[in-house]
């Protein structure tokens, strides 16, 4: 399978605090996307890390990839109220197609 | 436009019914994809386009559903006779080469009745 699969599934939290989700895939990949979907509708892409990078930083978000354990993880610091949603990665291959495991449900509690 | 335009945004229609949802990717995305995402589940890809041409259309669950992209613009996604496991929210992506950030639309939500 050509999609990554995020975990856990659902993650609560204070607000304030720090947010950590992983994901894990299968394939040789050229770059990993992470996406955020607020209410069931439209993916707003987040961040692309490419398999050459270890770490890469965008405002509150770190991402992080190790292609020899096929895994990423997104931290998201100091948590808002307006973070709650669902977060998505997505293993990318060349020219091939985007594929979304079933996501982190975050609610971050104000 | 200035983003991927998905319409109509809501569609009810009658179990066996055949309807058409229409996406308006960016201007000079050459990649477009298909999903569609039930409640509580991630996008279930459908189909990918790559110009006019389907790239990958293994995810269409049927030879109920079929898609389109004529001029390697506007993708229609058609789904004939309608059943009521049909109902979901249809989202659809452009990006400008296979291997970059995709944009998606807000989706068409589907509801047979």
């Known amino acids: 399978s050509q999609q990554g699969e995020e975990d856990p599934q659902a993650l609560s939290i204070q607000e304030g605090e720090n947010a950590t989700m992983n994901c894990s895939y299968k394939?040789?990949?050229?770059?990993l996307q992470w996406y955020r979907q607020n209410s069931g509708r439209g993916l707003v892409h987040l961040i692309l890390i490419r398999s050459n990078e270890r770490e890469k930083h965008s405002g509150r978000l770190r991402v992080t990839l190790d292609t020899s354990k096929k895994s990423s993880s997104l931290l998201i610091t100091a948590s808002r109220a307006a973070d709650t949603a669902s977060y998505f990665c997505a293993p990318k291959s060349g020219a091939n197609n985007l594929f979304f495991g079933t996501g982190t449900r975050l609610t971050v509690i104000p | 436009g200035a983003g991927v335009s998905q319409t109509p945004s809501n569609k009810v229609t009658e179990k066996g019914k055949y309807v058409e949802l229409r996406c308006d990717p960016i201007?000079?995305?050459?990649?477009l994809y298909w999903y569609r995402q039930s409640l509580g589940q991630g996008p279930e890809f459908l189909i990918y386009f790559q110009g006019t041409g389907a790239a990958d259309d293994s995810g269409l669950p049927n030879d109920r559903f079929f898609a389109v992209r004529p001029e390697g613009s506007v993708s229609t996604l058609k789904i004939q006779r309608t059943e009521r496991g049909d109902s979901a929210v249809y989202l659809c992506?452009?990006?400008?080469?296979?291997?970059?950030?995709?944009?998606f639309g807000q989706g068409t939500r589907l509801t047979v009745v």
């Open positions: 394939t040789s990949i050229n770059n």
């Open positions: 992506a452009s990006s400008l080469q296979g291997a970059t950030e995709a944009f």
């Open positions: 201007s000079g995305h050459t990649a």
